[in-house]
Protein backbone atom coordinates (compact mmCIF):
# COMPACT_ATOMS: atom_id res chain seq x y z
CA UNK A 1 0.00 0.00 0.00
CA UNK A 2 1.39 3.35 -1.47
CA UNK A 3 2.34 5.45 1.82
CA UNK A 4 0.07 8.49 2.72
CA UNK A 5 1.28 11.97 2.11
CA UNK A 6 0.36 14.88 4.08
CA UNK A 7 1.31 18.75 3.70
CA UNK A 8 1.57 21.20 6.75
CA UNK A 9 0.83 24.50 6.13
CA UNK A 10 2.55 26.19 8.59
CA UNK A 11 4.33 23.16 9.82
CA UNK A 12 7.66 24.48 11.42
CA UNK A 13 5.56 26.41 13.88
CA UNK A 14 4.89 25.75 17.78
CA UNK A 15 1.95 23.17 16.59
CA UNK A 16 2.70 22.82 13.51
CA UNK A 17 5.94 21.05 13.99
CA UNK A 18 4.94 18.45 16.77
CA UNK A 19 1.71 17.87 14.42
CA UNK A 20 4.90 16.90 11.71
CA UNK A 21 6.75 14.67 13.99
CA UNK A 22 3.86 13.17 15.43
CA UNK A 23 1.86 12.13 11.58
CA UNK A 24 5.77 11.67 10.24
CA UNK A 25 4.87 8.10 12.00
CA UNK A 26 1.83 7.44 9.37
CA UNK A 27 2.57 10.13 6.47
CA UNK A 28 4.79 11.67 4.46
CA UNK A 29 4.92 14.76 5.32
CA UNK A 30 5.78 18.19 3.81
CA UNK A 31 5.72 21.28 6.17
CA UNK A 32 6.13 25.33 4.99
CA UNK A 33 8.83 27.15 6.37
CA UNK A 34 8.07 30.97 6.80
CA UNK A 35 11.41 31.97 7.38
CA UNK A 36 14.85 29.76 8.03
CA UNK A 37 16.87 29.78 11.37
CA UNK A 38 19.33 27.13 13.05
CA UNK A 39 16.88 26.01 15.51
CA UNK A 40 14.26 24.73 13.02
CA UNK A 41 16.94 23.84 10.34
CA UNK A 42 18.27 21.60 13.17
CA UNK A 43 14.27 20.41 13.77
CA UNK A 44 13.91 20.13 10.09
CA UNK A 45 17.41 17.27 9.76
CA UNK A 46 16.47 15.25 12.63
CA UNK A 47 12.57 14.95 12.16
CA UNK A 48 12.49 13.47 9.10
CA UNK A 49 9.85 15.76 7.56
CA UNK A 50 10.63 17.53 3.79
CA UNK A 51 10.18 20.87 3.82
CA UNK A 52 9.49 23.95 1.83
CA UNK A 53 9.94 27.61 1.94
CA UNK A 54 6.54 29.25 1.89
CA UNK A 55 6.09 33.04 3.52
CA UNK A 56 2.07 33.82 3.19
CA UNK A 57 2.58 37.26 3.38
CA UNK A 58 5.37 37.68 0.22
CA UNK A 59 4.85 35.29 -1.73
CA UNK A 60 2.48 34.07 -4.90
CA UNK A 61 -0.42 31.38 -4.11
CA UNK A 62 0.85 27.94 -2.30
CA UNK A 63 2.16 25.55 -5.11
CA UNK A 64 3.93 22.60 -3.59
CA UNK A 65 4.93 19.93 -5.49
CA UNK A 66 3.01 16.47 -6.34
CA UNK A 67 -0.82 15.87 -4.47
CA UNK A 68 -1.45 15.20 -1.27
CA UNK A 69 -4.05 12.92 0.99
CA UNK A 70 -4.71 15.77 2.98
CA UNK A 71 -3.51 19.22 4.09
CA UNK A 72 -3.31 20.87 7.57
CA UNK A 73 -3.71 24.53 7.51
CA UNK A 74 -1.96 26.43 10.41
CA UNK A 75 -0.38 29.09 8.79
CA UNK A 76 -2.05 31.86 10.25
CA UNK A 77 -0.65 35.16 11.94
CA UNK A 78 -0.89 35.12 16.00
CA UNK A 79 -2.89 36.93 18.16
CA UNK A 80 -0.13 39.59 18.89
CA UNK A 81 1.09 39.63 15.39
CA UNK A 82 -3.10 40.44 14.44
CA UNK A 83 -3.06 42.98 17.39
CA UNK A 84 -0.16 44.81 16.21
CA UNK A 85 -0.80 45.28 12.22
CA UNK A 86 -4.74 43.62 11.69
CA UNK A 87 -4.13 44.16 8.17
CA UNK A 88 -1.12 43.00 7.20
CA UNK A 89 -2.36 39.88 9.19
CA UNK A 90 -5.35 39.61 7.20
CA UNK A 91 -3.12 40.07 4.06
CA UNK A 92 -0.78 36.85 5.37
CA UNK A 93 -4.10 34.99 6.29
CA UNK A 94 -4.74 34.34 2.34
CA UNK A 95 -2.57 31.24 2.55
CA UNK A 96 -5.55 29.21 3.66
CA UNK A 97 -6.72 29.85 0.16
CA UNK A 98 -3.80 27.85 -1.62
CA UNK A 99 -5.08 25.52 0.00
CA UNK A 100 -8.03 25.43 -0.51
CA UNK A 101 -7.29 25.62 -4.63
CA UNK A 102 -5.20 22.20 -3.85
CA UNK A 103 -8.90 21.02 -2.97
CA UNK A 104 -10.41 22.79 -5.92
CA UNK A 105 -7.95 21.35 -8.73
CA UNK A 106 -7.60 17.76 -7.07
CA UNK A 107 -4.69 18.19 -5.73
CA UNK A 108 -5.44 17.27 -2.48
CA UNK A 109 -8.04 14.61 -0.31
CA UNK A 110 -8.91 16.44 2.02
CA UNK A 111 -8.22 19.98 4.19
CA UNK A 112 -7.98 20.24 7.79
CA UNK A 113 -7.94 24.26 9.24
CA UNK A 114 -7.05 25.23 12.21
CA UNK A 115 -9.68 27.89 13.26
CA UNK A 116 -9.74 29.59 17.04
CA UNK A 117 -11.57 29.43 20.03
CA UNK A 118 -11.45 33.76 19.60
CA UNK A 119 -13.96 33.29 17.04
CA UNK A 120 -16.79 32.97 19.40
CA UNK A 121 -15.92 36.47 20.68
CA UNK A 122 -15.21 37.41 24.22
CA UNK A 123 -15.89 36.49 27.60
CA UNK A 124 -19.58 36.31 29.58
CA UNK A 125 -21.05 33.09 28.26
CA UNK A 126 -21.44 29.84 30.33
CA UNK A 127 -21.46 27.47 27.21
CA UNK A 128 -19.96 28.27 23.92
CA UNK A 129 -20.84 25.03 21.33
CA UNK A 130 -20.33 25.20 17.52
CA UNK A 131 -24.06 26.08 16.62
CA UNK A 132 -23.64 29.61 18.49
CA UNK A 133 -23.20 32.52 16.27
CA UNK A 134 -19.74 33.73 15.80
CA UNK A 135 -19.29 37.36 17.06
CA UNK A 136 -15.11 37.94 16.94
CA UNK A 137 -14.24 40.87 19.04
CA UNK A 138 -10.66 40.68 18.38
CA UNK A 139 -9.34 41.17 14.87
CA UNK A 140 -7.63 38.02 15.32
CA UNK A 141 -10.61 35.87 15.68
CA UNK A 142 -12.44 38.18 12.66
CA UNK A 143 -9.24 37.13 10.74
CA UNK A 144 -10.16 33.37 11.38
CA UNK A 145 -13.70 33.79 10.84
CA UNK A 146 -13.06 35.51 7.11
CA UNK A 147 -10.91 32.14 6.65
CA UNK A 148 -13.85 29.97 8.02
CA UNK A 149 -16.68 31.58 5.50
CA UNK A 150 -13.83 30.72 2.79
CA UNK A 151 -13.43 27.08 3.82
CA UNK A 152 -17.10 26.19 4.48
CA UNK A 153 -18.74 26.16 1.14
CA UNK A 154 -16.14 23.03 -0.09
CA UNK A 155 -17.63 19.61 1.40
CA UNK A 156 -13.66 18.11 1.74
CA UNK A 157 -13.12 21.01 4.65
CA UNK A 158 -13.19 20.01 8.30
CA UNK A 159 -12.62 23.36 10.62
CA UNK A 160 -11.35 22.92 14.01
CA UNK A 161 -11.70 25.67 16.77
CA UNK A 162 -9.13 24.59 19.51
CA UNK A 163 -9.07 25.85 23.05
CA UNK A 164 -5.87 26.77 24.87
CA UNK A 165 -3.41 23.72 23.08
CA UNK A 166 -0.38 22.42 25.61
CA UNK A 167 2.72 21.27 24.18
CA UNK A 168 6.09 20.71 24.55
CA UNK A 169 7.96 22.68 21.62
CA UNK A 170 9.42 20.56 19.14
CA UNK A 171 12.52 23.41 18.58
CA UNK A 172 12.69 26.77 20.24
CA UNK A 173 12.39 29.12 17.96
CA UNK A 174 9.03 30.32 19.09
CA UNK A 175 8.35 33.62 18.25
CA UNK A 176 5.11 35.05 19.64
CA UNK A 177 4.05 31.88 20.58
CA UNK A 178 6.97 31.84 23.19
CA UNK A 179 5.08 34.34 25.22
CA UNK A 180 1.64 31.87 25.88
CA UNK A 181 0.75 31.49 28.97
CA UNK A 182 0.75 27.90 29.95
CA UNK A 183 4.51 28.23 28.63
CA UNK A 184 5.61 31.12 30.24
CA UNK A 185 4.28 29.68 33.49
CA UNK A 186 6.29 26.05 32.76
CA UNK A 187 9.04 28.63 31.86
CA UNK A 188 9.02 30.13 35.35
CA UNK A 189 8.90 26.84 36.95
CA UNK A 190 12.01 25.40 34.84
CA UNK A 191 13.53 28.80 36.49
CA UNK A 192 12.69 28.18 39.89
CA UNK A 193 9.81 30.03 41.21
CA UNK A 194 6.03 31.24 39.22
CA UNK A 195 5.22 34.71 39.95
CA UNK A 196 1.49 35.59 38.06
CA UNK A 197 0.37 39.09 36.67
CA UNK A 198 -2.80 38.16 37.47
CA UNK A 199 -5.10 37.28 40.70
CA UNK A 200 -5.38 33.47 39.42
CA UNK A 201 -9.00 34.08 39.28
CA UNK A 202 -9.39 33.48 35.92
CA UNK A 203 -10.95 30.73 33.86
CA UNK A 204 -9.12 28.66 31.01
CA UNK A 205 -9.52 25.62 28.96
CA UNK A 206 -6.28 24.19 28.58
CA UNK A 207 -5.94 20.70 26.55
CA UNK A 208 -3.11 18.46 26.38
CA UNK A 209 -1.41 18.49 23.00
CA UNK A 210 -2.43 14.17 22.49
CA UNK A 211 -5.59 14.76 22.91
CA UNK A 212 -5.26 17.29 19.60
CA UNK A 213 -3.42 14.87 18.39
CA UNK A 214 -6.24 12.03 18.62
CA UNK A 215 -9.06 14.84 17.50
CA UNK A 216 -6.97 15.58 13.94
CA UNK A 217 -6.31 11.64 13.32
CA UNK A 218 -9.92 10.82 14.30
CA UNK A 219 -11.44 13.98 12.14
CA UNK A 220 -8.61 13.20 8.89
CA UNK A 221 -9.73 9.05 8.73
CA UNK A 222 -13.70 10.18 9.03
CA UNK A 223 -16.01 11.22 5.78
CA UNK A 224 -16.31 14.63 5.64
CA UNK A 225 -19.98 14.23 6.24
CA UNK A 226 -22.44 15.78 8.60
CA UNK A 227 -20.55 18.83 10.82
CA UNK A 228 -17.87 19.93 9.57
CA UNK A 229 -16.69 22.10 12.17
CA UNK A 230 -15.81 20.79 15.79
CA UNK A 231 -14.05 22.14 18.95
CA UNK A 232 -11.32 20.72 20.55
CA UNK A 233 -11.11 21.59 23.91
CA UNK A 234 -11.13 19.87 27.62
CA UNK A 235 -14.50 20.86 28.36
CA UNK A 236 -14.35 23.03 31.40
CA UNK A 237 -12.55 25.54 32.30
CA UNK A 238 -10.06 25.51 34.84
CA UNK A 239 -8.85 28.62 37.35
CA UNK A 240 -5.56 30.04 36.50
CA UNK A 241 -4.25 29.87 40.07
CA UNK A 242 -5.28 25.90 39.78
CA UNK A 243 -2.91 25.55 37.20
CA UNK A 244 -0.07 27.56 38.00
CA UNK A 245 -0.65 25.32 41.24
CA UNK A 246 -0.34 22.27 39.06
CA UNK A 247 2.92 23.82 37.12
CA UNK A 248 4.56 24.22 40.47
CA UNK A 249 4.16 20.50 41.88
CA UNK A 250 4.82 19.36 38.48
CA UNK A 251 8.48 20.50 38.62
CA UNK A 252 11.13 18.74 40.25
CA UNK A 253 11.66 19.99 43.02
CA UNK A 254 8.23 21.82 43.30
CA UNK A 255 8.24 25.52 42.99
CA UNK A 256 6.14 28.39 44.57
CA UNK A 257 3.18 30.44 42.93
CA UNK A 258 2.80 33.94 43.96
CA UNK A 259 -0.10 35.65 42.59
CA UNK A 260 -0.57 39.32 41.26
CA UNK A 261 -3.28 41.62 41.00
CA UNK A 262 -4.29 41.83 37.86
CA UNK A 263 -7.62 40.62 35.94
CA UNK A 264 -8.73 39.70 32.70
CA UNK A 265 -11.86 39.20 31.06
CA UNK A 266 -12.72 35.39 31.65
CA UNK A 267 -13.90 35.47 35.81
CA UNK A 268 -16.75 32.77 35.90
CA UNK A 269 -16.58 28.90 34.81
CA UNK A 270 -17.27 28.33 30.84
CA UNK A 271 -17.63 25.11 29.22
CA UNK A 272 -16.92 24.91 25.65
CA UNK A 273 -18.71 21.99 24.08
CA UNK A 274 -17.09 18.61 22.79
CA UNK A 275 -20.14 17.03 21.79
CA UNK A 276 -20.02 17.04 18.35
CA UNK A 277 -16.79 15.21 18.78
CA UNK A 278 -17.32 12.89 21.63
CA UNK A 279 -20.31 11.30 18.87
CA UNK A 280 -17.39 10.20 16.78
CA UNK A 281 -15.92 8.42 19.81
CA UNK A 282 -13.60 11.25 20.92
CA UNK A 283 -12.77 11.70 24.92
CA UNK A 284 -9.77 14.03 25.96
CA UNK A 285 -8.15 11.58 27.86
CA UNK A 286 -4.58 12.88 28.49
CA UNK A 287 -3.36 14.65 31.71
CA UNK A 288 -2.08 17.65 31.39
CA UNK A 289 0.42 16.96 34.14
CA UNK A 290 2.85 14.78 31.97
CA UNK A 291 2.61 17.10 29.25
CA UNK A 292 3.80 19.73 31.84
CA UNK A 293 6.87 18.04 33.03
CA UNK A 294 8.08 17.77 29.06
CA UNK A 295 7.40 21.28 29.05
CA UNK A 296 9.77 21.88 32.30
CA UNK A 297 12.36 19.95 30.92
CA UNK A 298 12.35 21.50 27.81
CA UNK A 299 12.82 25.25 29.19
CA UNK A 300 14.89 23.55 31.82
Known amino acids: ?21 ALAAEYAVTVTRRQRSPLRDAWIARSGVTVMDFDSGRDPPLNPQGDFDAVIHLAMPGAAEAARDPDAARKASISVGGSLQLLQNGRAGRLLHFSSFHVYGGAGRARFDESDPAAPVHPYGAIHWDCERLLSTHPAVTIIRPSNIVACPAHADLGDQSRLLFLDICRQAAGGAIALNNDGLSFRDFVAFDDLLSAVRLLLDREPDGHRLFNVAQGAARRLDEIAGMVGSAAEPAVPVQLGDGRDAFRAPFEISIERLAALGWRPAAGLVDETRRIIRFFS
Open 1 to 21: MAERSCLIVGGCGYIGSRLAE
